[in-house]
C-alpha cells in the first residue's frame, strides 16, 4: 500500500494492518488459533477522535490481538521477529511517550488479562455494586469503544457486552448521587459571589458544570470518558445540545446570578431526560435554599430515586459517594485499576 493511500483514521489504519499484515503472519503460523483482533484500548483513535493532531505521539500502526495465554508469548514474539518495519507509510515499531523502547504495538493478550489489567477483575463473572463503582467511564469505554474486526471465540464480544451498562439500581443509585453532588454545592455558588468572590464562584460553577455533563451521560446510559474529550461527545448524545447550551451560558456568566439562573435551565433539562428514561423522579427541577436568593436541586428527586431500590447491597452505599469518578478526579487514580478499586473499598 502506497503512502497517499493511508487510511485517515487509527481505527481505519488498524483495520488494514490486520488484513494485510499480522492476518496472514498469524494464520500461516497458526492456521486453527483462536483469536480475536481490533483496536480497543487506549489511544484517541478508539473513540473515533483522532485527526491530525493526534499523530503527533502514540498514534500509527496499533493493534489489538488477542489470543489464549499459552499463546501470548509466542504470538508476541513471532510479531517481533517477522513483522517489516514499515507499513502503508508508517513504522511498524516506535516508541510511546515516556518510553524509550522502540517496539511494535500489536497489543498481544487474552480477553481476561486484558480486562484485568483495564479494570481489576473480569467482568464476565459477574461484578458487585463496589465493582461496579470502581468502573470509569473512561476504562469502560477502554474494552466497549473503538472496533472488532473478527472474534472467533465470542470472548472479546462477550467482554464489551458485559460492560454494556450498570444494572438497574447502581444505575438509579449513580444518578441519584450525581443529583446529591449538586443538591452540596449549587447553593455555594450564588453565596461565594454575594460576599464577592468571584473567582470562588466561578471554580463551583465548573465544578456543577462537570457534574451535569456527567449526569446527561448517566441518563442516556452512555460511559463518559476523561476529561479531554467530555465536551465533545457530550454534543453527540441525544439530549446533548439541550443540556450544552445553557452550561455555555454558565461558563460566559460574569456574575453569581447570571451562572444560576441557566444552570437551574440545565437542572430542567436534566430532570426531562430522567423522566425520559423511565427513572423516578419529582418537580420541579429546583427550589430555594430556604430564604435566600439561592437555589438548590429539590432534595425529593434524589429521595424518589433511592426509594425505587430494593437491593440490600446498593441501599447500603453511602448515600452520596457514588461511582469512583463521582469521589475523584484525580488523574493518577483514575487511571490505575488498582487505586480505583482500593478508593472504593476492594482489596486486591
Known sequence: MSSESTPTSGIALARTYWTQIVRPLLLTRWPDIAHAAGRVGQGSDVLGLDDEISRDHDWGLRLSLFV????????????AD????????????????????????????????FARERLGC?????????????????????????????????????????LRWYPEEIWRYVVACDWSRIEEELPLLGRAGQRGDDL?????????????MHLAFLLEKQWAPYSKWRGTLLRRLHCGDQVAAP??????????????????????????????????????????FWDRPFMQPN??????????????????????????????????????????RALVGLRG
Do not use: Y
Not at 489464549?68 to 510479531?79: A, I, T, Y
Not at 470562588?200 to 465544578?207: E, F, K, L, P, T
Not at 469521589?327 to 480505583?340: C, E, M, P, Q, Y
Open 68 to 79: 489464549e495465554e499459552d499463546m501470548v508469548v509466542p504470538v508476541r514474539d513471532l510479531l
Open 82 to 113: 517477522l513483522l517489516p518495519e514499515s507499513f502503508a507509510g508508517h513504522p511498524t515499531r516506535f516508541a510511546f511517550t515516556g518510553d524509550a523502547s522502540t517496539e511494535h504495538h500489536v497489543e498481544v493478550r487474552s480477553v481476561s488479562g
Open 247 to 288: 452550561l455555555v451560558e454558565v461558563m460566559r456568566a460574569a456574575s453569581w446570578r447570571e451562572r444560576q439562573a441557566p444552570l437551574v435551565r440545565s437542572l430542567d433539562v436534566l430532570l426531562r431526560l430522567q423522566r425520559s428514561a423511565g427513572l423516578p423522579f419529582a418537580e420541579p427541577a429546583a427550589v430555594a
Open 122 to 162: 473480569d467482568p464476565r463473572a459477574g461484578l458487585d455494586a463496589a465493582e461496579w463503582l470502581s468502573i470509569s467511564g473512561q476504562s469502560a469505554l477502554e474494552i466497549t469503544a473503538g472496533a472488532v474486526f473478527t472474534d472467533t471465540t465470542g470472548e472479546l464480544t462477550d467482554l464489551r457486552r458485559s
Open 299 to 340: 432534595p425529593c428527586i434524589v429521595e424518589t430515586l433511592r426509594e425505587g431500590i430494593s437491593s440490600p447491597e446498593v441501599l447500603a452505599l453511602h448515600p452520596g459517594r457514588g461511582s469512583i469518578e463521582q469521589r475523584s478526579h484525580n488523574v493518577a487514580i483514575l487511571t490505575d485499576a488498582a487505586a480505583r
Open 200 to 212: 470562588g464562584s466561578r471554580v463551583i460553577a465548573a465544578r456543577m458544570v462537570d457534574v451535569c
